[in-house]
């Protein structure tokens, strides 16, 4: 089964960063797109950022220019290295992945989310 396991959260001061890991594992072929995602009290879940297996990276724009998502294809693992953080940046931040599957020599695309790692910026 594959899992996603997240790591680097925490508190920290406005204006420090954090960088946040999350590495896939688990019956994987191979992973396309893979993303973080955020949700504070009392609000949606909403896209931080989100890289495709190429590199091409997206962000939302409250974050443009102070967070920078990366990956390593080889170590199935995304990156989101988070600057400037502001306290509305506290949230409960997931990994996201696309992975293919092979199952019965049939390949198809699943979702996964990881378990979620808390983010407080404390002002």
């Known amino acids: 089964q594959v899992q996603l396991v997240e790591s680097g959260g925490g508190l920290v001061q406005a204006e420090g960063s954090l960088r946040l890991s999350c590495v896939a594992s688990g019956g994987i072929f191979s992973i396309n797109a893979m993303g973080w995602y955020r949700q504070a009290p009392g609000k949606q879940r909403e896209l931080v950022a989100r890289?495709?297996?190429?590199?091409?990276?997206d962000y939302a724009d409250s974050v443009k220019g102070r967070f920078t998502i990366s990956r390593d294809n080889a170590k199935n693992t995304v990156y989101l290295q988070m600057s400037s953080l502001q306290p509305e940046d506290t949230a409960v931040y997931y990994c996201?992945?696309?992975?293919?599957?092979?199952?019965?020599?049939?390949?198809?695309?699943?979702?996964?989310w990881g378990q979620g790692t808390q983010v407080t910026v404390s002002s």
């Open positions: 996201h992945a696309e992975v293919l599957r092979v199952q019965a020599m049939v390949f198809r695309n699943y979702d996964y």
């Open positions: 890289i495709t297996r190429a590199g091409g990276p």
